[in-house]
């Protein structure tokens, strides 16, 4: 017999579908999100879901003097929660077996940071009457989930991310690639990247549109 989950609020099951569409979030990212009061109650509130198996998290430490972040992503009952009430197949997103997360996790949070403004953006301009909406949303990760059109180990350059946002009211639709630079690479690494990104929208990028990308 399967076991019975915790039982948690409706608003808290947002937290964690929210948790399985971004992957991770950090309190800050949480906070724009759901328009909570201050990081404080958001600590509160996720360590509660931790607690209660919904969500694991990993501390991240400061680039240079500062706090370490909480990076958080679904635990075993979010992944459960997911497969049998939504039907979606849960992201299972890997921090690794240290005690910390890798600096390089601070490229992960920078796309995760662009993914959380499109989404505010949007709801503001929802609130102000406009009829928009992000139809779909990928990140890297979700881009190579797709092993038949971007197999392992292959020279595609993937991007960071995708979106596509819907303006109804004038009928059009901006569909952007993401690319993030952190400062970590020499210019001529750059120009590269941008050449290969250049090439991946030319052959791969209405594989992405028809397969690829959550509904939002």
Known sequence: ????????????LKVVEYLNRYSCLTVKQLVRIFGWKDASYANE?????????????KPLPAKGIGRITWVYKLGT???????EEKRLVP????????????PVWWHTLATQDFFVTAETWV?????LGEDIDIEKMATELDIKRDKK????????????????IRYAERHRRSRLLLEVETGTQFPAVV????????????KHYEVILAHVGSEV
């Open 45 to 57: 509130r996720m360590l509660k879901l931790v607690t209660l198996g919904y969500v694991d998290r």
């Open 1 to 12: 017999m399967t076991e019975k989950r915790p039982i948690i609020s409706a608003a808290d």
């Open 91 to 102: 992201y299972r997103f890997v921090m690794g077996a240290g005690k910390y997360l890798m």
């Open 123 to 127: 709801n503001a301009r929802k609130r």
């Open 191 to 202: 120009r590269e990247k941008i050449k290969r990104h250049i090439i991946f929208a030319d």
């Open 149 to 164: 059109n971007f197999p392992p180990n292959s020279s595609i350059l993937i991007p960071d991310g995708w979106i596509d």
């Open 77 to 83: 009952e979010g992944e459960r929660y997911i497969k």
